[in-house]
C-alpha cells in the first residue's frame, strides 16, 4: 500500500490555523467592505473569530430558537456588527403572531385589519431574516424583565404610536388582567404594568418640534406650521424617562415647502418663511438633537429613534403599473435593495448626519429597507377614516381610500420591535 504524505499545514496547530483564516477575513474587509448608513444602522466593526465560534457551541445548540446553527454560519444579533438592513423577507407558516387584533384589546381600529375584513393573512407569517446575523424572537417575559421599574416611552407620529401599540400587544397577554391598565389620552396614552412597576407610553408629538397641529390636526398641510427651534412644550413630559424612542418623517413629507417659524418674530405665525422639507427636517432635528445633548443623563436614559417608515403610495415603483397603491397587494418585493419614492434618500442623510454629531449615543432602529419590501401590510382599505369603517362603495375605491401609510397589527411593526427588542 502506498505511504500518505502528510501536508505541512497538518503540523500547525489549529489555533494558528484559525488567527491566520481571521486575519486575511479582516484584511478583506478592509478593502471591500463599504460603510455608510443607508446600508447599516450603525457602524460596522469585526468581531474577534473566536465570538463566531461561539455561535455554534452546544449551549447556544440548546437555546437556538429554531435557528440551526450548524447548518447556520451567521452570527447572533449585536448590533455594532451586524447590518439590519441587508437581508431578505422568508415565509414561514409555521410561525404564528403573538396576538391577534381580536386577542389585544388595545389596538386601534384603524390598525386592526382581519376584525375590518381583510380576507387573507400571508404577511402574517413573513420573518425577516438578516443576511450576517440572526434575530432572537421577541420574548414577552425577557422584554418586560428588560424594562422592570422603567419608563419606556414612544415619541413621534401615528406610526410609533403603531409601534407603541404593537410593543403593549406583544407583552400584555402575559400580564394577569388585575396586574395592568391602560389610560388612552388625547396626547399622552400610559400602559401599566404593575408587577414589573413599569410603564409603556406612548407622546404624541408628529413633528418632535413645535407645532399649530399638535393639538388640534390641522388637516390642510399649506396651513401647519413649525416652529423649528423649540421642543420646550413637549419635551417636559420626556423629562425622568428611562428608555426613549423616537420617530418623525411623515407629516413632513406633504411634497410641499413647510412653513417654519423661529428666533422671536414680531408678527408671530405671519413671520414664517417656507422651506424645503429636508432644510426645515434638518433645523428641527438639530433642535431635538440639542435638547438631547444638553439634558439626557447617559447613566439613567437610553434613547434610539427609529428611522422613517416607508409609504406606498406608486405602484409603478414595484413594477406592476396596472396596480392601485399597495391595494390587493399579497407578497413583498423581492428585487434585493428595491427603494421607492415613498422613501425620502436626503431625510436619512439628515438623520445620519445629526445623529452621528450627537455627543449622547443614540442607538438608530434602521428599520426602512426592510420595510421597504412590505407592500403586502398595509391597512390598504381594512381601515377607518374620519372615525368610520370604510364602506363597500370606499373600498371599491382603492385609488382614493387605500391606507398605504399605516400597517395592518399584528405586522411590521412587530418586526420593528423584534429589532428594538434584540438592542435591549
Request: proline share 4%; with cysteine; aromatic share 12%.
Amino acid at each position: 500500500m502506498g505511504t500518505l504524505i502528510k501536508s505541512p499545514l497538518s503540523k500547525l496547530p489549529f489555533s494558528i490555523i484559525t488567527i491566520s483564516i481571521c486575519a486575511f477575513a479582516f484584511i478583506g474587509l478592509l478593502y471591500t467592505e463599504r460603510i455608510s448608513f443607508l446600508s447599516s444602522s450603525t457602524i460596522f466593526t469585526l468581531s474577534p473569530c473566536a465570538e463566531r465560534a461561539l455561535a455554534t457551541s452546544k449551549d447556544k445548540i440548546a437555546d437556538s430558537n429554531d435557528v440551526n446553527y450548524l447548518a447556520d454560519d451567521r452570527f447572533e444579533f449585536d448590533p455594532n456588527e451586524c447590518s439590519i438592513t441587508s437581508g431578505k423577507w422568508r415565509f414561514n407558516s409555521s410561525i404564528e403572531p403573538l396576538y391577534t387584533d381580536t386577542s389585544c384589546p388595545y389596538l386601534d381600529r384603524q390598525v386592526s385589519c382581519v376584525k375590518n375584513g381583510r380576507p387573507d393573512s400571508d404577511y402574517h407569517h413573513w420573518e425577516w431574516q438578516p443576511d450576517d446575523c440572526y434575530l432572537p424572537r421577541f420574548d414577552p417575559k425577557v422584554a418586560l424583565e428588560k424594562i422592570r421599574g422603567k419608563r419606556l416611552m414612544f415619541v413621534g407620529d401615528s406610526l410609533q404610536r403603531g409601534q407603541w401599540q404593537s410593543f403593549v400587544c406583544l407583552v400584555e397577554f402575559i400580564i394577569p388582567t388585575d396586574q395592568k391598565s391602560m389610560r388612552r389620552g388625547r396626547v399622552h396614552s400610559t400602559f401599566k404594568a404593575k408587577e414589573y412597576n413599569a410603564t409603556i407610553e406612548f407622546y404624541w408629538a408628529p413633528f418632535l418640534v413645535e407645532s399649530n397641529s399638535d393639538l388640534k390636526i390641522v388637516g390642510d398641510p399649506k396651513q401647519r406650521i413649525l416652529r423649528v427651534d423649540s421642543v420646550t412644550k413637549h419635551a417636559k413630559h420626556w423629562l425622568g424617562v428611562d428608555i426613549l424612542v423616537f420617530n418623525t418623517y411623515v407629516w413632513w413629507m406633504s411634497g410641499l415647502k413647510i412653513k417654519s417659524l423661529w428666533g422671536s418674530f414680531a408678527n408671530g405665525e405671519d413671520g414664517s418663511e417656507e422651506l424645503d422639507a429636508s432644510v426645515s427636517y434638518r433645523i428641527g432635528l438639530k433642535t431635538w438633537a440639542n435638547w438631547v445633548d444638553t439634558t439626557i443623563n447617559t447613566k439613567k436614559t437610553r434613547v434610539f429613534f427609529t428611522t422613517m417608515s416607508p409609504t406606498h403610495q406608486r405602484s409603478a415603483d414595484w413594477n406592476n403599473k396596472g396596480g392601485m397603491k399597495c391595494y390587493n397587494e399579497t407578497k413583498p418585493v423581492m428585487k434585493k435593495r428595491h427603494w421607492g419614492t415613498g422613501s425620502d434618500k436626503r431625510i436619512m442623510k439628515v438623520v445620519a448626519d445629526v445623529v452621528g454629531k450627537m455627543k449622547v449615543p443614540v442607538s438608530l432602529i434602521n428599520i426602512t429597507q426592510l420595510s421597504e419590501y412590505r407592500i403586502d401590510a398595509h391597512a390598504s382599505v381594512y381601515t377607518e377614516t374620519g372615525g368610520k369603517l370604510l364602506t363597500d362603495e370606499q373600498k371599491a375605491d382603492p385609488l382614493r381610500n387605500a391606507d398605504c401609510i399605516h400597517w395592518c397589527l399584528p405586522g411590521v411593526p412587530d418586526t420593528w420591535n423584534q429589532i428594538f427588542f434584540a438592542h435591549l
